[in-house]
């Protein structure tokens, strides 16, 4: 296992302006860095399928075939499979930031610990993953 990208947690109330800090933040750093509003993902596959998109279209070629790689994704050990046959390129570094992260916890809770993991399960360049939530 690599070593962890560092986990931000960010907690605070509603309209406090986290994301709004945290999307200044992405758009000022020199890494590409993938927004996901967790309210938007309906179900966990949602989200495994939009950061695999998101992480494939930095890649120098994807070593699976085209095919497997339009397949839905509905586990997390698929996702971890499909970001490991990713070809990163060694210089380029990726920021996640998933806003409403309760959402994803209340959908499956053993899903989420696992997916604040990914930096250290897969060949990437993760820099950072930055997680939002508001306290009710």
């Not at 610990?113 to 930055?130: A, D, H, Q, T």
């Amino acid at each position: 296992l690599q070593s962890a990208a560092p986990l931000i947690f960010l907690n605070g109330p509603a309209d406090s302006g986290k994301t709004s800090l945290l999307k200044c933040l992405s758009q000022s750093t020199k890494f590409s860095s993938l927004y996901i509003d967790s309210l938007e993902c309906i179900t966990m596959s949602v989200l495994y399928e939009r950061i695999i998109a998101f992480v494939s279209s930095f890649s120098r070629r994807n070593r699976t075939d085209t095919n497997s790689s339009l397949k839905p994704c509905s586990t997390i050990s698929e996702m971890i499979i499909k970001l490991s046959s990713v070809d990163w390129p060694e210089d380029h570094k990726i920021v996640l930031f998933v806003d409403e992260a309760e959402r994803l916890f209340q959908l499956d809770s053993n899903s989420f610990s696992v997916l604040l993991r990914i930096p250290e399960m897969v060949n990437g360049n993760f820099e950072c993953f930055l997680v939002l939530s508001s306290f009710s």
